[in-house]
C-alpha cells in the first residue's frame, strides 16, 4: 500500500517520501540573494527528513518579490546562495526545489512580522517609498484595502519580457543546482491574477475567454519548458478557486490545467486564488479542506497532484496519500513548527523505523539511545497507529 513513506518517483527524480516542505517566504534576503540563513533553516528540514524541500517563492525580477528583503533569481549574482542551499539539501538526503513566481500586484509589501495593517494583513507601502515600487497587473484594478494604491496594466511586450525573466530564471536555477521545478501560478500573484475574471477584464488576447486568460500561465510554462530538462519535474500550483462568484471556478481550473498537462506540465500542486479577501466561506480553518478538489482534479486530467493546507497532523496526511486522493502532501507553517515532522510523523503512525529518515550518523546515536526513552527528545506516540486502508 502508498504511504506517506513511500519513494516517489517523478521524471528522473525519486523523492525518499511523499513529505514536501512547502515554499515559505521568510523575509531573510539582501538583494535578493540566499546566505548562511537559508542554508541553515533549508538544510535542517533535509536533515528532518522531508523529501523534497523548497525555499521561498523566488521572484523572477526585482518587483516579482513581496519585500524588497524577499529571495530572487533574476541576476547570476544570485546564483552561488541557492547553489550553497541546493547542496546542503542534497548532502541531508532530500531533493532541492524551487518555486519561481511574481506577486503582480500584491507586492511592495512592508514584511508581516514588522506591522501589519488593522485587518492583520500585511501592509503595502506606496511606491514612493524607499522600498516600495509600482506593482504590475494584467489590468488597471488595484487588489484592494491596503493594496489600493496604482498598478500599471502590463503591455504584450511586458508580458514577453517576464515570459523570458520566467526562462532566465531557470536556467539559473538549474546552474543553481535545483532538480524540481514548479510555478507560482496562486495566492494572487500575478499569473493567478491574469487567471482571474476578478483582477482580469483585458479585451486583448490574455482576456475574456478561460483559454484568454489562461495565456499568460502556458506561455511561462512554454517558455520554462524550453529551458528546463526533461528528466526534471516541472511543476505548477494553481489556485483552482477563488472561493467567489465571480471569481476562478474550479471547471476553469480543470480545463486550464489539461491544457497546462498538454504543454509539458509535470505535476498540479492545488491552492486557492486569493484573488480578493472577500470569499465567500472560505474553509481556511478545515483539515484538509482541499483534497476534494485535488482528487477531482487527478480524476479528471489524469495528472499527478498535490496540496497542502491543513495537513500537518499525521494522520490526516497519511490517509490523503493512501486513499490515493494526492501523491504529495505539502507542508508550510508545520515544518517551519517542527524541522523533524517527519520523523515525528513516524513515530505516530507506527513506522518501523522513523530515524531511518534522518542522515546515517544522525540516526545510529537515536536508534542506539541507552537511557530513558522519554528523554530522546520527541513525545511518545500519543495513539496506536490507525488502519489506512479504511482510508482507500
Known sequence: MTDLFSPYALKGVTLRNRIVMSPMTMYNSVDGR????????????????????????????????TTTSCAGLW???????????????RRMGAVPG??????????????PHKGVNEQGSWKALPPDHPDGWTCVAPDAIPYGGDHSYPVHPLTVAEIADLHRSYADAARRALDAGYQWLEMHFAHGYLAASFFSPLANQRTDEYGGSVRNR???????????????????????????????PD?????????????????GLDLADVSIGFNTDDMV??????????????????REVDIPVATSWNLGVPQNAAAAIASGAIDLAFLGRPALSN????????????????????????????????????????PAPSAPAPDLRAAG
Open 34 to 65: 540566499m546566505d548562511d540563513y537559508h542554508t541553515m533553516y533549508l538544510g535542517a528540514r533535509a536533515a528532518g527528513g522531508f523529501g523534497l524541500v523548497f525555499p521561498e517563492q523566488v521572484a523572477i525580477t526585482p518587483d516579482g518579490r
Open 75 to 89: 541576476s547570476d549574482e544570485q546564483v552561488e546562495g541557492h547553489a550553497r542551499v541546493t547542496a546542503m539539501i
Open 98 to 111: 524551487i518555486q519561481l513566481g511574481h506577486t503582480g500586484r500584491k507586492g511592495s509589501e512592508l514584511p
Open 214 to 244: 489562461a495565456r499568460f500561465l502556458l506561455e511561462a510554462l512554454d517558455a520554462v519548458r524550453e529551458v528546463w530538462p526533461e528528466e526534471y519535474p516541472l511543476t505548477m500550483r494553481l489556485g483552482v478557486d477563488d472561493l467567489h
Open 247 to 263: 471569481g476562478i471556478r474550479l471547471e476553469d481550473s480543470i480545463e486550464a490545467i489539461g491544457w497546462m498537462k498538454e504543454h
Open 281 to 298: 466561506e472560505p474553509p481556511l480553518g478545515d483539515r484538509g479542506f482541499m483534497l476534494e478538489r485535488a482528487a477531482r482534479i487527478k
Open 339 to 378: 524541522p523533524h515532522w517527519p520523523v515525528w510523523a513516524a513515530r505516530e503512525l507506527g513506522h518501523e523505523d522513523p530515524f531511518g529518515l534522518v542522515p546515517a550518523d544522525w540516526a545510529w546515536w537515536l536508534r542506539n539511545f541507552r537511557g530513558h526513552d522519554a528523554s530522546i527528545g520527541l
